[in-house]
């Protein structure tokens, strides 16, 4: 069973930067439309802080914009997040999540990732 994975969470002083990676288990990210990076802070329901279509289109949450910058590469079969300019506020959970057409079931299904950590500390 496909699933995506998520790298380079850690432990980051504020105005620091981090990049987050996320791929499929098996098969090509090519193969999924769009996908997106969302948040859980402490305390907090999860969030979607970025999505990027499978034409490059993007869109982020006000929370994050002009810092972090979502991009696909489809020959290292990897969606990336870089995030800048960090701030406290940016801990949490990041999760990994994207949708692809199953052709045996005949509907899109949905694929998440287990979650990287992400601490910013003031």
């Known amino acids: 069973q496909v699933q995506l994975v998520e790298s380079g969470g850690g432990l980051v002083q504020a105005g620091g930067s981090l990049r987050l990676s996320c791929g499929p288990s098996?098969?090509?990210?090519?193969?999924?439309?769009?996908m997106a990076w969302h948040r859980q802070g402490p305390g907090k329901q999860r969030e979607v802080i970025a999505s990027?279509?499978?034409?490059?289109?993007?869109d982020y949450a006000d929370s994050v914009k002009g810092r972090f910058t979502i991009s696909r590469d489809n020959v290292k079969n990897t969606v990336f997040l870089q995030m800048t300019t960090l701030k406290p506020d940016d801990t949490g959970i990041y999760y990994c999540?994207?949708?692809?057409?199953?052709?045996?079931?005949?509907?899109?299904?949905?694929?998440w990732g287990q979650g990287t950590q992400v601490t910013v500390s003031s």
């Open positions: 990027i279509s499978s034409g490059g289109t993007t």
């Open positions: 999540n994207g949708d692809r057409f199953d052709s045996r079931l005949g509907a899109l299904i949905e694929y």
């Open positions: 098996s098969g090509s990210i090519f193969d999924f439309n769009s």
